[in-house]
């Protein structure tokens, strides 16, 4: 199982970025995904998610600015960040968990993901 996520880097406060994680490799078709961050010395913070369906999930405190989405023909998941902030600097992760049915997703454990990606690092400067 691999997860590769692309699209990090530099960007000014204020502006957008777009991460795309491929996935391939997973034993089942049936799979949510998810985005986390983390920051040296903080726990893994969820971001979004997304299930097979489509259905997202946003944690609260960045809904409207940061959202989830998937193609499912692509195996791409991808994450949409807009009005970025500086506090929004940190290593971005891709999870997923296979073999899962439920039209639902969770961004409070990360241990409910079973499969991550590397990590791609967003910095937000001016």
């Known amino acids: 199982v691999q997860l590769v996520e692309s699209g990090g880097g530099l960007v000014q406060p204020g502006g957008s970025l777009k991460l795309s994680c491929a996935v391939s490799g997973l034993p089942s078709n049936n799979y949510v995904m998810a985005w986390f961050r983390q920051t040296p010395g903080k726990e893994r913070e969820g971001v979004s998610c997304v299930t097979q369906s489509g259905k997202t999930s946003v944690t609260d405190s960045l809904k409207g600015r940061f959202t989830a989405s998937r193609d499912n023909a692509k195996n791409t998941l991808y994450l949409e960040m807009n009005s970025l902030k500086p506090d929004d600097t940190a290593i971005y992760y891709c999870?997923?968990?296979?073999?899962?049915?439920?039209?639902?997703?969770?961004?409070?454990?990360?241990?409910?993901?079973?499969?991550w990606g590397q990590g791609t690092q967003v910095t937000v400067s001016s």
């Open positions: 999870a997923a968990r296979d073999n899962w049915v439920l039209d639902a997703c969770l961004l409070e454990d990360p241990d409910f993901y079973n499969f």
